[in-house]
């Protein structure tokens, strides 16, 4: 009597305790770290605001935001904002730097778009869709709200702008 007694206690605490386990193992698969959005990449994207679609390459490393037109009529024109607030223009062989200054105004879609990409690692990201194909991030920096669209491998698909109404849509990964 006493043995049985101790089986089915010994076998209560094993039953609850594989239902932790298997609950732990199931939450971390379906759950999504949004620091695997802050690796280094280079892209093709399109830009579009209610004025213009811009075909752009945009890269982003941890010393930099570069963003290249591609499009006919300025191509070859880039911005670069450095991890030091610098920016850079250049246009067909001319540059020119300004230090800590937005020469551009700052709704600009190089700016808002730039300034978002660069502060990226230290946005606090609210998950608020996720399927098997893509994740819904909401975040803000600099006071503007956005939302981030990417794929399970932490690939940025879209980022979406609503008060600037400015939408970036990611068409491939050049790496």
């Given at each position: 009597?006493?043995?049985?007694k101790?089986?089915?206690v010994?076998?209560f605490?094993l039953l609850v305790f594989?239902?932790?386990?298997?609950?732990k193992?199931?939450?971390?698969?379906?759950k999504?770290d949004?620091?695997?959005?802050?690796?280094?990449?280079?892209a093709s994207?399109?830009?579009?605001t209610?004025?213009?679609?811009v075909e752009?390459?945009i890269?982003?490393?941890s010393?930099?935001?570069l963003?290249?037109?591609t499009n006919k009529?300025?191509?070859g024109?880039?911005?670069?904002?450095d991890?030091?607030g610098k920016q850079?223009?250049?246009f067909?062989?001319?540059?020119?730097?300004?230090?800590?200054s937005n020469f551009?105004?700052?709704?600009?879609?190089?700016n808002?778009?730039?300034?978002?990409l660069?502060?990226?690692?230290?946005?606090?990201?609210?998950?608020?869709q996720?399927?098997?194909?893509?994740?819904?991030f909401?975040g803000?920096?600099n006071?503007?709200?956005f939302?981030?669209?990417?794929?399970?491998?932490?690939?940025?698909?879209?980022?979406?702008?609503?008060?600037?109404?400015?939408k970036?849509i990611f068409?491939?990964?050049?790496y």
């Amino acid at each position: 009597m006493m043995i049985r007694k101790v089986f089915w206690v010994l076998f209560f605490c094993l039953l609850v305790f594989s239902c932790f386990f298997l609950f732990k193992y199931f939450s971390k698969r379906n759950k999504f770290d949004a620091n695997c959005l802050l690796h280094d990449f280079k892209a093709s994207a399109i830009i579009v605001t209610p004025e213009k679609e811009v075909e752009c390459e945009i890269s982003k490393d941890s010393e930099k935001v570069l963003i290249e037109i591609t499009n006919k009529k300025m191509e070859g024109f880039t911005f670069e904002l450095d991890n030091k607030g610098k920016q850079k223009i250049s246009f067909k062989g001319l540059e020119q730097e300004f230090d800590n200054s937005n020469f551009l105004n700052e709704n600009s879609y190089l700016n808002v778009l730039s300034n978002l990409l660069k502060n990226l690692d230290s946005i606090s990201f609210k998950n608020i869709q996720n399927t098997k194909e893509e994740i819904k991030f909401e975040g803000k920096v600099n006071g503007i709200k956005f939302e981030l669209i990417s794929d399970k491998n932490g690939n940025i698909k879209e980022i979406n702008i609503p008060e600037k109404n400015i939408k970036i849509i990611f068409q491939s990964y050049l790496y």
